[in-house]
């Protein structure tokens, strides 16, 4: 075993590390994950909208009208949903880490001393062996052998060969040997600190229902403050001005009118639907052992039109298996001409293979052999000797029987080196390389080796060294274990017009063949990223053309995710390394496996708890699910908005009292969308994502809003110049109100299901129930009407539906002729 040698320390005194900690020199990581418990109650509680809804809510509370306070339920419950959600993703990212090692072993006053991580400081002394987890940068003083895994950081999977001088970085393993490293940066400085300390930072993910919904309620907040003075002016003067309702105490009534009138205008519970559709769709996904750590994510990554992959983790499973063995037709290496078919090895050399896929000591990669061979020869070695990533070789001697003689397996050009005319092998070999296989070479010699020498305590054994007089044997292929049910999701994505992006940290041959292999079309080796540039134009061109990447280093992959996005496309990424950590938090949508690092599965929207890849047609499924039912729900509310704003408007301006109350607007919108809602709300649905929701939801409910809304001034106009009681113009409202709004929820429902049909008859035979139940009229202040206003607010009512379906068919055919041409012009925008 190589040793290399620095120094020989004794490591810090102990006054050293005292004045270390006091100059904050310690391995402490920072902890800030964006805003304090109190900055997100103040940024969802005090908002405009929460004042004048909050506001309404207790005024009416305070004057005694509890019964018309109802929607205060709605602005609790948002309340809470906004906070309670983004306290939970802080809560999680707070405990993100990539060092998860409790202990670090340090050298100080020459005595070997654990302590906890956060102990660790400036120019302390590692001492590192087989199994440790580097959790400070440092550099080598001392190595033996010592092979570090920095596969989560990189995504290069198989381990580095680490002498003196080398530098170690935070949150790497090491997998052999044993060595001294001085540490050169702490706590915010370090590798591990500077990968996540981005990652850390909260932010939402982003959602075109939750951002078409706020820019929605944003507008209904700026229309609330002219709208507001109008709808106030105008019930103080319908109950005979500001002076007399003030003297009178009419201005109560007239303020109940307001309220009644402003509340109409706001969709209370649109937010809360969604949440509770987005809330319903992540508990059917953990059924599936999916968890979703952010509501919004579950519709994410069915707006997702470009599918980032990681390699190692996703499309593999990790490990290496055998994949075939080439013998060689003659007995010295210049002589293979023919390659032969694993049938003709040689029994000795199949023997030999099963003993090295067996030892006890072999690696991930000489294990795969045991799949395919299975008979060890009898006889016991008389030495053996394990792999080293350093000299690229592994060796078993045999001193009788028919694997008499030294068989060594490694890597061509190191084993084939110094044999005469081994070119036809070390072309093969490169062959295989460039195809991007992990190939090895089987050499056999006649030399037996002596036993290994024992050493005294403390000593090492000297590095062994290549058995002389080598002969090429056979070539052993292996590949990555691609998942089994890789190829069977990649298609389902295809097919749903998804592009994949496979980026990966180790060797671009060998992700090219491991893509293909799992069903990407791709010629060629993958790029490698080593050449990409740091200009954003010239990123952008090679990230246009090229879909398989290799040698990505972290940073490398977060460039790509929002080179990507610029390109217009709406990006999945997953991951399983902390080296994807960046890309997950910067991609629309971050997913990672299960089994993968902590810090990894902090920083992701979704996490695959059983890391099966196939798990995510299911999330799509449940994504469009939950789209589609939102945008239907959206269109039901803001038609009640748009209605409710022309209402405020006209009465204001007429100065007519208000014809509803505030309790009889929530009973038409329990009838008309609330219980509706939440029916609506849970449907199956696989209906395909469209972008533009927010177009087409106000496409559909301002002329549905305006037809409801006219329709309804109507007859209340008629019934006050019949000069009627306002109890009974206030029946007339609801009942004219409620039968044209379902008209709505008619043509939203389509098309019709047993389900949906029997929320549609439910809804008509509730109105019956409500004014055929004398202490439900009570409640509600409502009075009989006569048969004439019954029979407009009918007949009216059956125009405005008919106005409604018309209206929604010439619509909706304009809008599919829009949308077919737009679809059509999309791709030639996008290249361009």
């Not at 802080?90 to 990539?98: G, N, Y």
């Not at 990123?539 to 390109?567: C, N, W, Y």
């Amino acid at each position: 075993m190589t040793t290399t040698r620095a120094s020989s320390p004794a490591g810090l005194t102990l006054d050293e590390v005292r004045s270390r900690i006091q100059l904050g020199q310690t391995n402490v990581m920072p902890s800030d994950t964006g805003r304090s418990f109190w900055r997100i109650m103040q940024a969802n509680l005090f908002t405009l909208f929460n004042l004048i809804v909050g506001g309404s809510f207790a005024l009416l509370l305070v004057l005694g009208y509890w019964q018309d306070a109802l929607f205060g339920f709605f602005v609790i419950a948002n309340v809470v949903i906004g906070v309670a959600q983004e306290f939970r993703a802080k809560l999680t990212l707070s405990r993100l880490a990539v060092l998860n090692a409790p202990k670090a072993r340090v050298l100080r006053d020459g005595v070997v001393s654990e302590v906890a991580v956060g102990q660790v400081v400036l120019d302390d002394v590692f001492v590192l062996a087989a199994g440790d987890q580097v959790t400070a940068d440092a550099v080598v003083l001392e190595a033996h052998g010592l092979d570090v895994d920095e596969s989560l950081l990189t995504g290069e999977a198989d381990p580095v060969a680490s002498p003196a001088g080398r530098e170690l970085m935070s949150g790497s393993s090491v997998v052999a040997g044993s060595g001294l490293a001085r540490v050169i940066r702490v706590g915010a400085d370090s590798y591990a600190a500077r990968i996540t300390a981005e990652a850390k930072q909260f932010s939402l993910v982003r959602s075109e229902l939750r951002s078409g919904i706020a820019r929605i309620i944003k507008w209904i907040t700026i229309a609330l403050l002219p709208v507001g003075a109008i709808v106030v002016n105008g019930q103080m003067q319908a109950v005979g001005g500001w002076e007399v309702a003030i003297a009178t105490g009419a201005w109560r009534e007239a303020t109940v009118g307001s309220a009644a009138s402003l509340i109409a205008m706001i969709p209370q519970g649109l937010v809360f639907m969604t949440s509770v559709a987005l809330a319903v769709g992540a508990v059917k996904l953990a059924r599936r052992e999916v968890l979703v750590q952010e509501l919004a994510a579950v519709e994410g990554l069915a707006r997702v039109d470009m599918l980032c992959l990681d390699k190692t983790g996703t499309l593999t499973e990790g490990r290496m298996v055998f994949d075939s063995v080439e013998p060689f037709a003659s007995s010295t290496a210049g002589d293979t001409v023919d390659p032969l078919t694993d049938t003709d090895l040689d029994p000795a050399a199949a023997a030999v293979l099963a003993w090295m896929g067996a030892d006890r000591d072999a690696n991930a990669t000489a294990r795969a052999l045991a799949e395919r061979f299975t008979t060890p020869p009898t006889e016991h070695p008389v030495r053996a000797i394990e792999f080293s990533s350093r000299r690229k070789w592994s060796a078993v001697s045999f001193a009788d029987g028919p694997a008499r003689g030294t068989w060594v397996m490694g890597a061509p050009d190191i084993v084939l080196a110094s044999v005469p005319d081994a070119t036809d092998a070390l072309a093969r070999f490169a062959e295989r390389a460039t195809a991007g296989q992990r190939t090895v070479v089987l050499a056999r010699t006649e030399v037996v080796l002596d036993p290994p020498v024992e050493t005294a305590d403390g000593e090492r054994a000297p590095e062994p060294e290549l058995p002389v007089g080598v002969r090429a044997v056979a070539l052993v292929s292996f590949r990555e274990k691609v998942r089994d049910d890789a190829h069977e999701t990649l298609s389902y994505f295809r097919e749903q017009a998804v592009e994949l992006c496979v980026i990966s940290g180790d060797d671009p041959r060998t992700v090219a063949a491991v893509a293909r292999e799992a069903g990407i079309h791709h010629d060629g080796p993958g790029f490698d990223a080593r050449q990409l540039p740091a200009e954003e134009a010239e990123l952008d061109a090679i990230m246009a053309e090229h879909r398989v990447f290799g040698r990505v280093t972290p940073e490398q992959k977060k460039a790509m995710v929002l080179s990507l996005q610029r390109l217009g496309h709406t990006v999945a990424m997953t991951g399983d390394g902390v080296n994807d950590a960046l890309a997950l938090k910067h991609a629309d949508l971050g997913i990672a496996m299960g089994s993968g690092a902590a810090a990894t599965r902090a920083v992701a929207r979704l996490v695959l708890l059983d890391g099966q890849f196939s798990r995510l047609p299911r999330v799509v499924a449940e994504g469009r699910q939950v789209i589609a039912n939102v945008e239907r729900l959206a269109k039901l509310f803001l038609s009640k908005t748009t209605y409710a704003i022309l209402f405020a408007v006209v009465f204001g301006l007429l100065l007519w009292p208000f014809p509803f109350l505030p309790r009889q607007l929530s009973i038409v919108d329990g009838l008309t969308i609330g219980l509706p809602a939440l029916v609506l709300a849970l449907l199956p649905n696989i209906q395909r994502y469209r972008p533009g929701f927010l177009r087409r939801a106000a496409r559909f409910c301002i002329p549905s809003g305006l037809i409801v809304g006219g329709t309804l001034l109507s007859v209340v106009a008629y019934a006050y110049l019949g000069g009627y009681a306002a109890p009974v113009v206030q029946t007339t409202a609801v009942i004219t109100l409620t039968l044209t709004a379902l008209w709505v929820l008619v043509i939203l429902s389509r098309p019709f299901t047993l389900i949906t049909s029997i929320v549609v008859v439910a809804a008509d035979l509730g109105l019956g129930v409500v004014l055929s139940i004398p202490i439900v009229t009570d409640f509600l202040q409502l009075g009989a009407p006569p048969l004439e206003l019954v029979l407009v607010a009918v007949g009216a009512s059956a125009v405005g539906s008919v106005v409604l379906e018309v209206t929604h068919r010439l619509v909706s055919r304009s809008a599919g002729a829009g949308e077919t041409a737009a679809a059509a012009a999309a791709p030639a925008a996008r290249r361009g």
